[in-house]
């Protein structure tokens, strides 16, 4: 179990990682984009796929550097968030405006961006508590397995793990049955080669974050004997 001291970063890093995550999933959940790749061609994606994966590299240098039972925590406060925001969006947007024209075309913007269905909140939602909690697990597995070594190899194999089950979860629950099957996967795997792309790009700033905050908090936590229960609270 983690020791019982303070971090100088430790809360920074927290807050960075839910304001990345109500972000992605506020602001880019509502945008879907078309672009054309090299030797891919055409490519749709939600906009939000160009951040989220910031959360995901969050969560990796939490469970390196903190450990397992600490990150933990932060993905609760995540989960969290996210509940609160579904709820606020479901309340505001379901106020009835006043009967002007400017309030009524203002009202339909607000739903278009922010009325999402019950599926895709709860798709989002169940998705990132799941894909997070597997990415942390084999995180921290894996550098006990290697004994410190390989970081490159320990935050893309979790991502691997982590956003399979992320993609996979919520395009299932939140558009199964009504996009066609094809389809549904095509995105499933686009999203899913996206986020891990992301993951390998960025792996030179995760070994700089990762040297920083080690060297800062003295800290370079193993989780030999974690309880790895999700529901548990206590780091």
């Known amino acids: 179990m983690p020791s019982a001291r303070s971090y100088r970063y430790y809360d920074f890093v927290m807050a960075a990682f839910v304001c990345v995550l109500l972000c992605a999933n506020l602001i880019g959940a509502a945008k879907v984009t078309e672009i054309n790749l090299p030797l891919i061609g055409s490519v749709t994606f939600?906009?939000?796929?160009?951040?989220?994966?910031?959360?995901?590299?969050?969560?990796?240098?939490?469970?390196?550097?903190?450990?397992?039972g600490r990150d933990r925590r932060v993905i609760w406060a995540g989960f969290g968030a996210l509940v609160f925001a579904?709820?606020?969006?479901?309340?505001?947007?379901?106020?009835?405006?006043?009967?002007?024209?400017?309030?009524?075309?203002?009202?339909?913007?607000?739903?278009?961006?922010?009325?999402n269905t019950p599926r895709i909140v709860a798709g989002s939602v169940i998705a990132f508590w799941c894909g997070s909690f597997v990415n942390s697990y084999v995180m921290a597995r894996m550098k006990v397995w290697m004994q410190g070594r390989h970081l490159w190899m320990r935050t893309i194999g979790s991502t691997l793990c982590g956003e399979l089950v992320d993609s996979g979860l919520f395009?299932?629950?939140?558009?199964?049955?009504?996009?066609?099957?094809?389809?549904?996967?095509?995105?499933?795997?686009?999203?899913?080669?996206?986020?891990?792309?992301?993951?390998?790009?960025?792996?030179?700033?995760?070994?700089?974050?990762?040297?920083?905050?080690?060297r800062q908090?003295?800290?370079?936590?193993?989780?030999?004997?974690?309880?790895?229960n999700p529901f548990r609270l206590k780091p």
């Open 171 to 214: 395009y299932v629950i939140a558009f199964g049955g009504i996009w066609p099957q094809e389809q549904l996967i095509k995105v499933i795997i686009a999203q899913y080669a996206l986020k891990t792309a992301w993951e390998v790009l960025m792996t030179p700033v995760t070994y700089r974050v990762v040297a920083f905050l080690k």
């Open 217 to 228: 908090e003295q800290e370079d936590y193993y989780d030999r004997d974690t309880h790895f």
């Open 46 to 68: 939600a906009a939000g796929v160009l951040f989220f994966p910031i959360s995901y590299l969050f969560g990796d240098v939490l469970t390196e550097v903190y450990g397992y």
């Open 86 to 115: 579904a709820v606020m969006s479901a309340v505001v947007v379901g106020l009835p405006p006043p009967a002007d024209a400017f309030n009524s075309a203002y009202q339909s913007h607000l739903e278009g961006v922010f009325g």
